[in-house]
């Protein structure tokens, strides 16, 4: 509780968050919220967690979503809520049973959050589609055969909130950031693959990690 409060009542995190809720976006306005972030991150970690955590990185990604010069992934999907959920794979049913033990342990997910955990991954699915590699490598055809472990970080940040989530990684998806930071992102880039002219014998040692 004293770590509740301590994070809620901090002056710099509050400051923060309302740069970005109407952030003036002259140049080098990332910069310097980056730079914000990273100062309050080493003087006190401790008051960058829960809520405060969640809507820091909603409202930048957010914004960055939002100017043409920082996407780099052109996608239009429009979420169904009532997305088809289909057969998973052992890896996935073992991948969402570990997140689930995991954020109910940390008392971050309701009852019925596994069902909405499995949604998210399917509206995930459907959207990166939209960026299917073709590619001779029999690891890079159709989805990503491993499991979501970013997605699943995100469902947890936001606290098991199946539309705050999926609304997150939609936006984050246009940022070229997002194929570093989400494997199933660079898995389907058929751009990032030209652009890195990633060679036969490269994609050979990819298909060995991915």
Known sequence: MYNILIFLLDDDVSKLLSALKNPDKQVG??????RQFCEIMKRKPYVVSGTNLSELIEKFVLHLSEAPSDCYFDRKYQADANVTTKSLTSIQQLGIKMTISYGKRL?????????DLCQVLMHCENFLKQTSIKSSQCSLRGGYVSYDWFASSIFLIMR???????KFLQQFSHLLVSAFLWIPQLHRSVRLQKMFHLDKITLNILNEFY
């Open 29 to 34: 306005w990332i910069e310097s919220t980056q």
């Open 107 to 115: 008392n971050l997910l309701r009852e019925n959050a596994e069902n």
């Open 160 to 166: 098991g909130n199946k539309e705050k989530t999926v």
